[in-house]
């Protein structure tokens, strides 16, 4: 059974920093490209970063670019994010999740399994 | 970005009734256009893929139809375990989602 499990989140004060973990089971984790998707209360969700199977691409969405970093550890089973410059608008859900490409191309892909999230609160 | 607007936002409906949502790109995706079902603090669950892919496990009551800009999600016959609020997503470039529509009993 595919499972991922979040962790690292909690309360930190604007300008401070995070570091997210998921730990995945179930499937080759090594294998799979992996996401951060995060929600914040009442609202829609928004695509944090995606990291390829050995670390060696990674994307994000330009509003966290220089602030959030996505890497993973394949011995561990494990991708992190490492949230820096924290700010009140941060707070949210951090999921992670599955990518899983559907098709040949970059863009034929969806999210196939999710973590149960991990909340963040930047707050004075 | 491509901006993704669903409607509407919300709406009831009754067990049985069939429903539709929608979904419009701000410019043409093909048909790299996924939906998701998240029920109150869960996480979302996939339910199509590729505009009109059913996920596996997912019931047939459940469809997707469209291509370009204009998409649609339909449930022909609302059950109870069917009321969550649906985001759409497309993957045809920078990742981005609707803003979800909640589906609410009547």
């Known amino acids: 059974e595919v499972q991922l499990v979040e962790s690292g989140g909690g309360l930190v004060h604007p300008g401070g920093s995070l570091r997210l973990s998921c730990a995945a089971s179930?499937?080759?984790?090594?294998?799979?490209?992996m996401t951060w998707v995060r929600q914040a209360q009442g609202k829609g969700l928004e695509w944090v970063a995606n990291?390829?199977?050995?670390?060696?691409?990674?994307y994000y969405v330009d509003s966290m670019k220089g602030r959030f970093t996505i890497s993973r550890d394949n011995a561990k089973n494990s991708l992190y994010l490492q949230m820096n410059s924290l700010r009140a608008e941060d707070t949210a859900i951090y999921y992670c999740?599955?990518?899983?490409?559907?098709?040949?191309?970059?863009?034929?892909?969806?999210?196939?399994?999710w973590g149960q999230g991990a909340l963040v609160t930047v707050s004075s | 970005d491509i901006q993704m607007t669903q409607s509407p936002s919300s709406l009831s409906g009754s067990v049985g009734d069939r429903v539709t949502i929608t979904c419009r790109a701000s410019q043409s995706i093909s048909s790299y256009l996924n939906w998701y079902q998240q029920k109150p603090g869960k996480a979302p669950k996939l339910l199509i893929y590729a505009a009109s892919s059913l996920q596996s496990g997912v019931p047939s009551r459940f469809s997707g139809s469209g291509s370009g800009t204009d998409f649609t999600l339909t449930i022909s016959s609302l059950q109870p375990e069917d009321f969550a609020t649906y985001f759409c997503q497309q993957s045809y470039s920078t990742l981005t989602f609707g803003g979800g529509t909640k589906v609410e009993i009547k």
């Open positions: 179930g499937f080759t984790f090594s294998s799979y490209w």
């Open positions: 999740a599955r990518v899983f490409y559907y098709d040949t191309t970059s863009s034929g892909l969806y999210f196939d399994y």
């Open positions: 990291i390829k199977q050995d670390g060696s691409e990674k």
